[in-house]
């Protein structure tokens, strides 16, 4: 099994930027890839960004390339998610998200990002 604890998230006006971080434990070695998908009111959950482990290539949504970094600290199992450029679209939940070994998918509590027009 695999544990994640997000933390970062609150309240930022539009403009602004906040820093997502995931901290993962359990069986971490398992790990193929790493992500953040975001869920607005009314709307799916969507993928944001994600970090594949072994080459740590990366890949973004469209409407947050330019604005969003996902990185990665392996040696405290952490990913992060530097957004900047806030608006007020990017108000959401956001889940941190673990593909792990055949495709399993394991996923924190989520937290509130909201950004203030």
């Known amino acids: 099994q695999v544990q994640l604890v997000e933390s970062g998230g609150g309240l930022v006006q539009a403009g602004g930027s906040l820093r997502l971080s995931c901290a993962a434990s359990?069986?971490?070695?398992?790990?193929?890839?790493m992500g953040w998908y975001r869920q607005a009111p009314g709307k799916p959950r969507e993928l944001v960004a994600v970090?594949?482990?072994?080459?740590?290539?990366?890949n973004y949504a469209d409407s947050v390339k330019g604005r969003f970094t996902i990185s990665r600290d392996n040696a405290k199992n952490t990913v992060y998610l530097q957004m900047n450029s806030l608006k007020s679209e990017d108000t959401a939940v956001y889940y941190c998200?673990?593909?792990?070994?055949?495709?399993?998918?394991?996923w924190g509590q989520g937290t509130q990002v909201t950004v203030s027009s």
């Open positions: 970090i594949i482990s072994n080459s740590g290539n990366t």
């Open positions: 359990g069986i971490i070695f398992g790990i193929n890839a």
């Open positions: 998200n673990a593909n792990v070994g055949l495709g399993e998918q394991h």
